[in-house]
Structure formats: structure tokens, C-alpha cells
């Protein structure tokens, strides 16, 4: 395999052989190919896609460059839930602890940010002491004694994933339907959980812009699943604005913590329970959607499932109690004049917090923990002339200051209230119902 032939199939448009594919990925896996000819062929793939085959075997060939998992013998179900990301998406914090306090074994696999997107490491090493790099046997000791256990790419579970999944981030690649594909798949089986869900977002803030857009990708990850034996669902669900009130590392730990606590904005909250009685019921602990859905409820507003977050917090290292991360300078945004928030632009809010420091712009970047947008006003809610939209938090207030225009621009707002968001908008399969 002559790497530049290799690339050079892609960018006209020819389909790779097996072989030809399983040797590239070795080559990443061990780093014989430098960075740039991995680039040129992700920028060729994204421009002229893949086949089904192709991308079946690209995600086989990167599930085998490492480890695969299996959970014999731990007593429960299996099961993990990927979202394809979006600006002030942590459900995957509050979501674990509940589908463990369902019954589930949750062995989660997670990413760094990409693009707009934060990433569920990057959020949990805000908090003090979090330890995301533990090796198989730490992961799968916390997993049977927790029911959950959150971690980053090892070099023994997908790591042929683990660098295309930074060079994606900085070569405008990401929105590529095999890429991502493979890129999830590979991970979740070689996690080994039996049941997975995937949150695919469309809108603004997210990689896939229109909701064809989502379904397409939606139906190619059941697909791919399915091929391989694990039983799949997916929500398609509204990007199009932020989630929740916070976009930031520490904020959004913040966040998950009082959703965790039976509290939390609402659309934090109804997601996460949407996710958790998906799981649960796919996975046969319940016979009844509308059930699993209680049963999530309870988990949240008994504090069931906040006690799990704490223990999986301290199994893995961090401190529960230590104060997390806060930003030097706050500075808030006002409403020009009054009235209703019709609509708060998530593409706009993720943009500006990566200018703040809350996300990367380069590989080898480390995002500021503290740095976001806090306080979010949400579709709906009634400002009055000169009150906040929004806080701007960063390391210094001229940082903050120097964005506050461009955050203002991000709200849309109307002299009579807005019709209520429509948080999910399809299930695929839909044999499911959405819920309220």
C-alpha cells in the first residue's frame, strides 16, 4: 500500500480494497503515516465519501487495531449511549448515573471536544483530581462496582480512532457520515456494551444541519450496529439551540450536578430522562417505555443517581467537594431592549465560547476549564431592557469584553412569546414514541 496512491484512489473517487483500507489503518495505529497524508486522505474521504462496505471495514479495522471488551459474568445488561455533540450537550454526565440506578452497567467511552462541540473529558477533568485515563482493568473494575465509568481512548481500546479523531477536529473534516460513523462504532464495540443509543443533533450548533441530514446518519449507525449484533436506537434531537443555561467545561459539570440533584433547566433534565428510559427499556429492564421514563425521574429527584455520580467521581480520583474551576473575569451580556426570547442561535454561543478558551482551536491546545458562557437565557423567557442575556466567563475581562457583541447577536428576541421547543424530534425505529 504506497501511501499517496492510497490517497490518490480516494480523491477520484474509487473505492478502497479491504486490504488496502486494514493496512492504512495499521499505518495510523502504529505511526508509520505522518499527519499530513492522514489529512489529505480525511479531506478526500469527506468530499467523496465511502461505501457501505467501505465504511464497514474501516470500522472493523479500527475496532481490531486495539482491544475489544466483554462483560460476561457482571450481572446486568450493558449498555452506552453516544451523542454526535453539541453546544451545552452533558447529558452523558447526569445520563450514566441514572441508567446505573436503573440497573445498567454503563462502560462509556468518551472524546474530547471537536469543533463546537465540548467534550465529556474535557468537562470531567474540571473536576479536581478526575482521572479519565485509566487503563481496561481499573474500567473494568469501577463498572462492576458503580455501574458506570467514564474514560478516554486507551492505547489498548480504538486508538487508530483516537488519532483520526484529533485530526478531524483541525482539518474541517468532521461532518463526514463514514467518518463518524466508524469513528463511533469502533469505540462502542470495542467497549463491548450489547445495547447502544445514539443522540444525533441537527441545527446549527451541530455537525449534521438539517434533520435528513441527522436521520441519514442516524439510520447508518443502526445499521452498522446492527451488522454486528448490538441492539440500536437513536433520538434526533434539536441542535439548533444551546442546551441547558451553560457552555464550558466547569459550567456544564455545574449543570449536570443540579439536574443530578432534581433540579436543573428543563431541557437538561427531560433529555436525560428521554435517554436513560430508551436504554433501559432496549436493553430489557422494562416492558413499558412510559415506566422506564418514571423510573429515570425517580433516580434524579431521590438523589439516587447524583449518590452514584459521587462515587464514580471518587473511583476515579476526584474530589466530589473541591470547588470547581471559576473564571477571573465575568462579564454580562444585556438585552437591548425587552421582550421575549424567540430564538438563541447555539452555532453563534459554541463560537464564542471557543473564543473565550473553553475549547480547542489546535490538537495540542488545553481548553480553559473555567472559560464559557453562563446564565443562558433560554427560549421563552421574558428580559427586560438592560438585563443579562448571558455571562461571559474567561481569564481576563478584555478577553470577555471584546465578545460581548458578537454574544448579543446570538439572541433573537420578539414582543410575544415563542412556541415551546420541540426537544426531540424523531425515533428511529419508530415504533417508539417520543415522550413529553
Same mark, same amino acid.
Given at each position: 500500500?504506497?501511501?499517496?496512491?492510497?490517497?490518490?484512489?480516494?480523491?477520484?473517487?474509487?473505492?478502497?480494497?479491504?486490504?488496502?483500507?486494514?493496512?492504512?489503518?495499521?499505518?495510523?495505529?502504529?505511526?508509520?503515516?505522518?499527519?499530513?497524508?492522514?489529512?489529505?486522505?480525511?479531506?478526500?474521504?469527506?468530499?467523496?465519501?465511502?461505501?457501505?462496505?467501505?465504511?464497514?471495514?474501516?470500522?472493523?479495522?479500527?475496532?481490531?487495531?486495539?482491544?475489544?471488551?466483554?462483560?460476561?459474568?457482571?450481572?446486568?445488561?450493558?449498555?452506552?449511549?453516544?451523542?454526535?455533540?453539541?453546544?451545552?450537550?452533558?447529558? =452523558?454526565?447526569? %445520563? #450514566?448515573?441514572?441508567?446505573?440506578? !436503573?440497573?445498567?452497567? $454503563?462502560?462509556?467511552? +468518551? *472524546?474530547?471536544?471537536? @469543533?463546537?462541540?465540548?467534550?465529556?473529558?474535557?468537562?470531567?477533568?474540571?473536576?479536581?483530581?478526575?482521572?479519565?485515563?485509566?487503563?481496561?482493568?481499573?474500567?473494568?473494575?469501577?463498572?462492576?462496582?458503580?455501574?458506570?465509568?467514564?474514560?478516554?481512548?486507551?492505547?489498548?481500546?480504538?486508538?487508530?480512532?483516537?488519532?483520526?479523531?484529533?485530526?478531524?477536529?483541525?482539518?474541517?473534516?468532521?461532518?463526514?457520515?463514514?467518518?463518524?460513523?466508524?469513528?463511533?462504532? =469502533?469505540?462502542? %464495540? #470495542?467497549?463491548?456494551?450489547?445495547? !447502544?443509543?445514539?443522540? $444525533?443533533?441537527?441545527? +446549527? *450548533?451541530?455537525?449534521? @444541519?438539517?434533520?435528513?441530514?441527522?436521520?441519514?446518519?442516524?439510520?447508518?449507525?443502526?445499521?452498522?450496529?446492527?451488522?454486528?449484533?448490538?441492539?440500536?436506537?437513536?433520538?434526533?434531537?434539536?441542535?439548533?439551540?444551546?442546551?441547558?443555561?451553560?457552555?464550558?467545561?466547569?459550567?456544564?459539570?455545574?449543570?449536570?450536578?443540579?439536574?443530578?440533584?432534581?433540579?436543573?433547566?428543563?431541557?437538561?433534565?427531560?433529555?436525560?430522562?428521554?435517554?436513560?428510559?430508551?436504554?433501559?427499556?432496549?436493553?430489557?429492564?422494562?416492558?413499558?417505555?412510559?415506566?422506564?421514563?418514571?423510573?429515570?425521574?425517580?433516580?434524579?429527584?431521590? @438523589?439516587?443517581?447524583?449518590?452514584?455520580?459521587?462515587?464514580?467521581?471518587?473511583?476515579?480520583?476526584?474530589?466530589?467537594?473541591?470547588?470547581?474551576?471559576?473564571?477571573?473575569?465575568?462579564?454580562?451580556?444585556?438585552?437591548?431592549?425587552?421582550?421575549?426570547?424567540?430564538?438563541?442561535?447555539?452555532?453563534?454561543?459554541?463560537?464564542?465560547?471557543?473564543?473565550?478558551?473553553?475549547?480547542?482551536?489546535?490538537?495540542?491546545?488545553?481548553?480553559?476549564?473555567?472559560?464559557?458562557?453562563?446564565?443562558?437565557?433560554?427560549?421563552?423567557?421574558?428580559?427586560?431592557?438592560?438585563?443579562?442575556?448571558?455571562?461571559?466567563?474567561?481569564?481576563?475581562?478584555?478577553?470577555?469584553?471584546?465578545?460581548?457583541?458578537?454574544?448579543?447577536?446570538?439572541?433573537?428576541?420578539?414582543?410575544?412569546?415563542?412556541?415551546?421547543?420541540?426537544?426531540?424530534?424523531?425515533?428511529?425505529?419508530?415504533?417508539?414514541?417520543?415522550?413529553?
Amino acid at each position: 500500500m504506497v501511501p499517496q496512491w492510497f490517497i490518490e484512489e480516494k480523491r477520484d473517487g474509487r473505492e478502497h480494497a479491504d486490504e488496502a483500507l486494514r493496512a492504512w489503518v495499521r499505518g495510523v495505529t502504529e505511526g508509520t503515516l505522518p499527519d499530513y497524508q492522514i489529512a489529505a486522505w480525511l479531506m478526500a474521504v469527506y468530499l467523496n465519501g465511502m461505501t457501505a462496505r467501505e465504511t464497514a471495514t474501516l470500522t472493523d479495522a479500527m475496532m481490531r487495531s486495539g482491544r475489544c471488551l466483554a462483560w460476561d459474568g457482571i450481572g446486568r445488561p450493558t449498555a452506552d449511549k453516544h451523542s454526535t455533540g453539541g453546544v451545552g450537550d452533558k447529558i =452523558s454526565l447526569p %445520563l #450514566a448515573p441514572v441508567c446505573a440506578a !436503573l440497573g445498567l452497567a $454503563v462502560p462509556m467511552i +468518551s *472524546g474530547r471536544g471537536l @469543533g463546537l462541540t465540548g467534550g465529556t473529558l474535557d468537562k470531567l477533568e474540571s473536576i479536581p483530581g478526575f482521572n479519565v485515563r485509566l487503563g481496561v482493568g481499573d474500567f473494568r473494575r469501577i463498572v462492576a462496582e458503580v455501574g458506570c465509568c467514564l474514560i478516554g481512548q486507551t492505547d489498548d481500546l480504538a486508538p487508530a480512532d483516537r488519532r483520526l479523531y484529533a485530526l478531524r477536529d483541525v482539518t474541517a473534516t468532521v461532518p463526514s457520515v463514514p467518518l463518524i460513523v466508524a469513528s463511533i462504532m =469502533s469505540k462502542k %464495540l #470495542a467497549e463491548g456494551a450489547s445495547t !447502544l443509543l445514539f443522540d $444525533v443533533k441537527f441545527g +446549527s *450548533g451541530a455537525f449534521m @444541519g438539517t434533520l435528513p441530514q441527522a436521520k441519514r446518519l442516524a439510520e447508518a449507525l443502526i445499521a452498522t450496529g446492527r451488522r454486528l449484533g448490538r441492539t440500536c436506537r437513536a433520538l434526533l434531537t434539536d441542535m439548533d439551540q444551546p442546551l441547558g443555561r451553560a457552555v464550558g467545561n466547569a459550567l456544564e459539570v455545574r449543570e449536570a450536578r443540579e439536574t443530578l440533584a432534581g433540579a436543573g433547566p428543563w431541557d437538561v433534565r427531560a433529555l436525560t430522562i428521554e435517554e436513560a428510559a430508551h436504554l433501559a427499556h432496549a436493553a430489557g429492564r422494562f416492558s413499558d417505555l412510559g415506566a422506564a421514563r418514571q423510573a429515570a425521574a425517580r433516580a434524579l429527584d431521590s @438523589g439516587e443517581a447524583a449518590a452514584i455520580f459521587r462515587r464514580m467521581t471518587l473511583a476515579q480520583g476526584g474530589d466530589p467537594d473541591a470547588p470547581l474551576p471559576e473564571a477571573r473575569a465575568r462579564v454580562a451580556v444585556r438585552a437591548p431592549c425587552a421582550g421575549w426570547v424567540a430564538h438563541v442561535d447555539a452555532k453563534a454561543i459554541g463560537r464564542v465560547a471557543l473564543a473565550l478558551g473553553a475549547g480547542r482551536q489546535a490538537v495540542d491546545e488545553t481548553p480553559d476549564p473555567a472559560a464559557g458562557v453562563d446564565g443562558l437565557l433560554q427560549q421563552g423567557e421574558r428580559v427586560e431592557a438592560g438585563a443579562p442575556l448571558c455571562v461571559l466567563c474567561a481569564d481576563g475581562e478584555a478577553r470577555a469584553s471584546a465578545l460581548a457583541e458578537e454574544a448579543a447577536k446570538a439572541f433573537r428576541l420578539a414582543d410575544a412569546p415563542p412556541p415551546r421547543r420541540t426537544l426531540v424530534a424523531a425515533t428511529l425505529p419508530d415504533a417508539f414514541p417520543v415522550g413529553p
